[in-house]
């Protein structure tokens, strides 16, 4: 069967081949073929007549209908073609298929000249139409002639295929088919069938057995050329068939042919009243579109002859639903929906904190067609954009409101199917209420006769809270107020120990007073619990026992302590806390334990409890194995199998239990003695975990092992229908899908998607793993339609539901300068007037916001534009909605903002326009950001950040400590509270001031002072030297790990002053002071510190040094005098101070002495030693004495001993002249110096060496004369 389509702007038919031989012949290279507004092929030529005469194809009656855009173009009603496109256009021929697509292009306006598809020449008919007819260039499809048959006449190709032909016609837009006369050549008749909604259905053009006559003309009878001619006398063609019988619920409407009269159109009368509701959108609608033609500088509907009056039949909706439109096309839901928009504000007529009351009218439906039947009214009532409710009554209770809170409603009419537009917004605001119930007091301290508590916040509703009231109840059961105030935390004292109270709170405002908290359950201190029951066993497995005991009312926690008889520690804690349960875990299994219980509180320790002992339970089993797939897999049922675990733990196995995961959690499926089991009612495809375990006396054991098992997979699910993924362009669009909820048991591979063309074309456009797609290629304002279908390893799934997309107008104008308003110092509020929106409703409007310094900005309350600077600032959203007002809130006070604004519809985003400016008015001061504090002991130094004035200089500070109020002198950042105790928490929070007001609280910060420093310890002098004082203090040991600091008084050299500077610091309990004064007076003091700070200094200690003995002196130096004597000489040595020094020179003959005697003491240099024994050493040495005035002697160190021979005796018998050079030659050489001395040995030493290495050359070396 050969599908083929006509389409255009006004109704398309498709042209449906029936079982006989039907074929079209495509067989010149530029065929071009017509459709739409072209006209098809016409059955009579275009000229003045009462009542023009249509044919199957149409093309003698043209009329306006818009298109799918809005855009009325003129196209006629009812039009028969083969493979054309929309408007009338040409397009080169494709090769012939069962299914053709042609892109049909824009042709001349009107339709062109009818042409019909054989004409006589007086001796035989020839195919194709007269020369007289061709002058204009198109494509005619003949449903008569000569199978594959064509013709080419002046540009005007015929084609012709063999009849009988079965025309269904379909309408793709708002104007149904309908039965019209038809002119049909000789020996032929046309068929219509009608429905019983009067819509036309087919048009069936069959042979007639019996020839048709031929009705004679002539140029001067004054009548038109006929348009087909009948067959020559003779024989019926070859190839004959009987005519199409029509169903026999579609009764046919038989055309005669062209020599019998044209039946009356079918014209059904309508009332009055239907033609005045039928008259008025024709008269709005023909004014629009003579209004827009007048601006595209086009006249079509001047040129467009009036539509006819009569109304069309219904034509049926997909699914059975009837479309109803009026003569001229036009929906009467459009009217519905206009009346139904026509609806005021809802208003509120009464409001609680609570609850609101609305009401609004209902639509005035009396101008409704008659065809749209108005079934009950429904409103859908929207609270903040949300919907609220649906209800047929015209007046709502809003309910479940939060007070002093501002809400927006507005709400939409629904009949049936068709909604009105949103009515105005009614803004209004819940009224305030007393606060919220407190939550539940929490207590900080307890003594015997005080409890501390401690709440928070409330929930204001709308009113400030001005006080709490805090309330007692002891056991007398009286309720008792104890505090009223704005504070958060309270001591309840004079209490009597040991007794329990309730405490509940209440907040107060300007409405009253909120319900109580719930009560807290407090109890004073007491006495020490007595002794406690022992605990009682609760649960016992096999390695472990969970205990549980009774608290009594003076027991706060427990210590449980547990005996095992096989270690032989006897009884250790093995819990302490205040619950009241405990579970021992590590124990043996199948063991005895003993336990007891002693209970705390604040005042000691209570006696144990009686000893219990309880025994632990017998093992469980093993698990048994891990579940296995029996047979082959199937795709809703599986058999599994499993095998006994390897260990019963004594006690034989007496069931099974299995388990299967689908995804949603563990699901028994099994539960009995066998070890195996059929898994029925699964999914297809999916995996499932399975999991075993066994039981027995001794428990159940651990579940297996889990494993996967897999059933057989099926074909995907059905996928949801496509989506568009933005707007629609002209020529291409984007969409967008998703996975099928089930994809059968398998990964979706791949995804089809097909696109039915408005020719009905059906082809693939698309066939991939991704989850959108872009289809171009697409004719501008046309229908089509898109199913998507997944496809897996076993097949490809159903097709999805159509998504029907139209392909589609500009961006809107730049709005105005928004209006400016400071409600605030944190707000501005926004208003901007609705811009020309270009053919397209505004979607929604987009404020942005950017902070800039305006000089122009000189009031905070009136807007300016500041010049051309949209470079230098930097704007960001502030506001997105389709509201043309709102307020920006939480900006900065003192500060310059520019605002613009830009507005999109469903043709793309408008520009911004100018930008506007505001300057907030000043604000007080921002809260402090950050506290940082220094302890001491009795004082505490703050430090915080300077905040943000918000348009006004700060003035000063307030410093809250506690229930203390301190006020700082100026604008400083720091600030030392003094009269501080030690050790102690202190909760402080800062607030700025300026000539606004006050500003915000910062955070609580909580800072503790120091303790209190150590005392210092005491000196003492261990040892004093002339140069060094040894000190210690303290007793030798430093447990407290306390750092000392040693001072000592010195004079400073830039005043004169004498100031201590410090000489030690460390944890040592001794030091050593050094390079000190001989005989001189220090004063030094000590302190020690430790975590808690410096303590205080110890009293002055004055301590001095002694005096320092003379230098030590180098070794003296001896020379022999001519006359026989030695000099010893010395170097002199300093005294300090104005002491005098004296000189000891001591002498030792060595070999006769056993110890030094003195020999010379007195203030000269030098001494002359006499008598000395001949040829004899002997040792000298010498010291310094000093001699103080008050006649104190202290004697320096000796020097290192020097020693000297005196020389040998003269023999007698030596002439006296030899004895000379002798003595002579000693005298020289003992009259050399020591440098001189070692001078002469290093020259004899080397003059040895030399001769030595000569000596071993000579004596060493080879003999190379050999």
Aim: glycine share 8%.
């Amino acid at each position: 069967m050969l599908t083929t389509m006509v389409a255009g702007p006004g109704p398309t038919y498709y042209l449906d081949g029936s079982s006989h031989a039907h074929t079209v012949d495509v067989m010149h290279q530029q065929q071009q073929l017509v459709s739409g507004g072209g006209g098809g092929v016409s059955a009579q030529p275009q000229q003045p007549s009462p009542q023009p005469q249509q044919t199957t194809n149409g093309a003698s009656s043209n009329s306006s209908s818009p298109t799918a855009n809005g855009t009325p173009t003129n196209s006629t009603p009812n039009s028969i073609g083969v493979d054309g496109g929309g408007g009338g256009g040409q397009q080169p021929p494709q090769p012939h298929h069962h299914h053709q697509q042609y892109t049909p292009q824009p042709m001349a306006q009107g339709p062109p000249p009818y042409c019909p598809p054989e004409y006589f020449t007086g001796d035989a008919y020839y195919p194709g139409p007269p020369p007289e007819y061709c002058h204009h260039p198109s494509h005619i499809c003949a449903v008569h002639g000569v199978a594959g048959t064509e013709c080419c006449c002046g540009g005007v190709y015929v084609i012709i295929f063999k009849g009988p032909a079965s025309v269904r016609m379909v309408s793709t837009n708002s104007s149904p088919p309908i039965p019209l006369p038809v002119q049909v050549p000789p020996g032929h008749v046309v068929q219509q069938i009608v429905d019983e909604t009067g819509t036309l259905r087919h048009v069936i053009l069959s042979p007639q057995p019996v020839p048709m006559p031929m009705c004679p003309y002539g140029p001067n009878t004054g009548q038109a050329p006929p348009q087909f001619f009948g067959p020559p006398p003779g024989p019926p063609p070859q190839g004959y068939v009987q005519p199409y019988q029509p169903p026999p619920q579609y009764p046919p409407v038989v055309s005669p042919p062209l020599a019998q009269a044209s039946p009356p159109p079918i014209y059904n009368p309508k009332s009055d009243r239907h033609m005045r509701q039928y008259d008025k959108p024709r008269t709005k609608y023909y004014q629009r579109q003579l209004h827009h033609n007048n601006k595209s500088g086009t006249s079509s509907l001047l040129n467009t002859p009036p539509p006819s009056p009569k109304k069309e039949p219904l034509a049926r909706k997909n699914g059975g639903e009837e479309e109803i439109h009026t003569e001229d096309g036009e929906d009467p839901r459009s009217s519905l929906q206009h009346l139904l928009s026509q609806v005021k504000s809802p208003k509120v007529i009464d409001v609680t904190p609570h609850e609101a009351v609305i009401q609004w009218s209902a639509p005035d439906l009396s101008g409704q067609h008659d065809e749209m039947p108005v079934s009950e009214l429904l409103y859908d009532v929207f609270l903040n954009n949300s919907l609220y409710m649906s209800s047929p009554a015209t007046q709502l209770t809003i309910t479940g409101l939060k007070p002093a809170t501002e809400y927006r409603v507005y709400f939409q009419c629904l009949c049936g199917n068709v909604r009105g537009d949103s009515s105005g917004a009614t803004a209004f605001h819940t009224h305030s209420t007393v606060p919220d119930a407190p939550q539940l007091p929490r207590m900080l301290h307890k003594s015997k006769t005080t409890l501390q508590f401690r709440w928070g916040s409330v929930k204001e509703n709308g009113s400030r809270v001005t006080a709490f009231i805090l309330e007692l109840c002891g056991n007398n059961g009286e309720w008792t107020e104890v505090f009223r105030g704005r504070g958060k935390q309270h001591t309840i004292a004079k209490l009597q120990p040991h007794t329990c109270y309730r405490v509940r709170l209440a907040a107060v405002n300007e409405h009253g007073k909120s319900e109580y908290s719930p009560e807290t359950i407090a109890y004073t201190s007491g006495v020490v619990p007595s002794q406690p029951a022992p605990p009682a066993l609760e649960l016992a497995t096999v390695t472990s026992l969970s205990l549980g005991w009774t608290r009594k009312p003076m027991e706060e926690t427990f210590t449980l302590q547990m005996e095992d008889s096989l270690n032989g520690y006897g009884f250790r804690p093995v819990y302490n806390g205040r619950d009241t349960r405990f579970t021992c875990q590590g124990l043996r299994r199948n063991a005895d334990y003993k336990f007891r219980l002693c209970a705390h509180n604040d005042e000691g320790t209570s006696p144990y409890s009686d000893i219990t002992c309880y025994p632990t339970l017998p093992d469980r089993p093993k698990p048994p194995s891990a579940p296995t797939m029996k047979g082959r897999a199937k795709s809703t049922k599986l058999m599994l199998t499993w095998y006994p675990p390897s260990d019963h733990g004594g006690s034989p196995v007496n069931g099974y239990k299995v388990e299967l995961n689908d995804g949603s959690g563990f699901k028994c499926v099994y539960s009995g003695e066998a070890t195996e089991t059929e898994c029925t009612e699964l999914i297809p495809g999916r995996n499932y975990q399975v999991r075993a375990l066994c039981k027995s006396l001794g428990g159940l054991s651990e579940w297996s092992d889990t494993s996967i098992v897999t059933t057989e997979a099926v074909c995907p699910g059905v996928c949801q229908a496509p989506r568009l993924l933005g707007k629609p362009k002209a020529s291409l669009l984007q969409l967008k899908w998703v996975h099928p909820e089930y994809d059968g048991g398998a990964p979706v591979t791949e995804f089809h998607i097909d696109m039915m063309a408005p020719d009905n074309e059906r082809r693939q456009v698309y066939c991939g793993r991704d989850l959108e797609c872009t289809v171009a290629s697409l004719l501008p304002g046309r229908p089509y339609i898109f199913l998507v279908r997944g496809v897996n390893r076993i097949g490809p799934g159903p097709w999805s539901e159509p998504l029907e997309v139209v392909s589609g107008a500009g961006p809107p104008d730049a709005p105005h300068a928004p209006h400016l308003a400071c409600r605030s110092p944190y707000s501005v509020h926004l208003v901007w007037e609705e811009p020309i929106n270009n053919g397209a409703g505004i979607d929604q409007y987009n404020v942005q916001i950017a902070e800039v310094s305006c000089p122009h900005a000189e009031s905070s309350e009136s807007s300016s534009t500041c010049g051309d600077m949209e470079s230098d600032l930097t704007f960001n959203s502030a506001y997105t909605g389709s509201s043309t007002t709102t307020e920006v809130r939480n900006l900065a006070p003192a500060t310059t903002y520019a605002f613009r604004v830009c507005c999109s519809n469903s043709a793309g985003v408008g520009p911004w326009s100018s930008h506007a400016t505001v300057t907030t008015p000043a604000a007080p001061p921002a809260p402090v950001a950050y506290i940082s504090s220094s302890p001491a002991a009795t004082a505490v130094t703050l430090l915080w950040g300077e905040p943000a004035n918000h348009g006004d200089p700060i003035t000063h500070y307030v410093i809250e400590v506690g229930d203390k109020t301190v006020m700082t002198p100026g604008l400083e950042t720091e600030y030392t509270l003094t009269d501080l105790q030690p050790e102690t928490l202190y909760r402080i929070r800062i607030q700025a001031m300026n000539s606004v007001g006050p500003g915000g609280f910062s955070g609580i910060h909580k800072v503790t002072t120091k303790p209190l420093p150590p005392a210092p310890p005491s000196l003492e002098l261990v040892k004093a030297s002339y140069n060094s004082l040894k000190l210690k203090w303290g007793d030798g040991r430093n447990l407290d790990m306390l750092t000392y600091s040693l001072q000592m008084e010195f004079t400073n050299s830039h005043n004169g002053t004498r100031e201590f500077y410090q000489v030690y610091n460390g944890t040592n309990q001794n030091y050593k002071v050094v390079r000190l004064e001989e005989n001189t007076e220090y004063r030094l003091r000590i302190c020690a510190s430790n975590e808690a700070g410096v303590g205080p200094y110890s009293a002055v200690a004055h301590l001095s040094t002694t005096k320092a003995p003379p230098l030590p002196l180098k070794a003296p130096r001896v020379m022999e005098s001519p006359d026989g004597s030695h000099i010893v000489e010395w170097c002199s040595v300093r005294c300090p101070g104005e002491d005098s020094i004296v000189y000891r020179l001591q002498m030792l003959q060595a070999g006769k002495d056993q110890d030094y005697s003195s020999v010379f003491t007195g203030s000269e240099t030098s001494y002359s030693l006499r008598g000395l024994e001949p040829h004899s050493g002997y040792y000298v040495r010498v010291c310094g004495v000093r001699v103080c005035r008050d006649g104190e002697t202290m004697a320096g160190a000796y020097s290192s001993p020097t020693l000297f021979n005196t020389p040998k005796p003269a023999p007698v018998t030596t002439p006296k002249a030899a004895a000379n050079t002798s003595q002579e030659v000693g005298l020289q050489w003992h009259n050399l110096s020591d440098q001189q001395k070692a001078a002469a040995i290093l020259v004899v030493f080397s003059l040895f060496c030399a001769v030595a290495a000569i000596g071993l050359h000579h004596f060493l070396a080879p003999d190379t004369g050999r």
